[in-house]
């Protein structure tokens, strides 16, 4: 696990700013743009060092995830920016922390669920809230590895069984 230190600080709050600039320059609901960036090229360059040396402004991350996945006005809901500002904090914080990919951490979280969870968690220090969410899925770090394993080894006995 790493320490939290300026860098971490810096990069959540910018995808906290991200997320809340989601909602009102974008189209497309908060649950799709949500997906979409953690699922996407720049999420996976903010997991790696680095990212704070790009020369990028939020709206042209905005649009490199647009560029990537193409526009979209799907979806009508949207989420409020604190709800926004906390998930995007969140999340990056637990991605850091952790040192897990943005991927890894929205498979085991997903937006709807973390959103539920905004009212009893968002006034709890970042580290709180995580721990709290992976015991109420019974899940410690090491297991978070083992489930992996096992996804992985389910995935590969599917492929044999199909050749």
Same mark, same amino acid.
Request: aromatic residues 12%; charged residues 30%; contains cysteine.
């Given at each position: ?63 490199? /995830?647009? *560029? ?9 809901? +949207?989420? $409020?920016? %604190?709800? @926004? ?47 709290? /969410?992976? *015991? ?9 590895? +083992?489930? $992996?394993? %096992?996804? @992985? ?11």
């Amino acid at each position: 696990m790493r320490a939290f230190d300026e860098t971490g600080l810096k990069l959540c709050r910018m995808q906290a700013e991200l997320f809340v600039l989601s909602a009102s320059k974008l189209a497309c609901s908060s649950p799709i743009f949500l997906r979409r960036f953690m699922l996407s090229k720049v999420a996976a360059r903010m997991d790696q060092d680095g990212f704070l040396y790009e020369s990028c402004t939020e709206d042209g991350i905005l649009q490199e /995830i647009e *560029e990537e996945f193409g526009a979209t006005n799907y979806g009508k809901e +949207k989420y $409020g920016t %604190e709800e @926004l500002y906390w998930m995007g904090y969140l999340y990056r914080y637990w991605c850091y922390t952790y040192e897990k990919s943005s991927k890894q951490v929205y498979k085991l979280m997903k937006p709807k669920e973390l959103r539920v969870l905004y009212y009893p968690y968002h006034s709890l220090d970042p580290a709180q809230a995580i721990e709290r /969410i992976l *015991e109420s899925k019974n899940i410690g770090e090491g297991d978070m590895t +083992k489930k $992996g394993v %096992e996804i @992985l080894r389910r995935i590969m006995s599917e492929k044999n069984r199909k050749n």
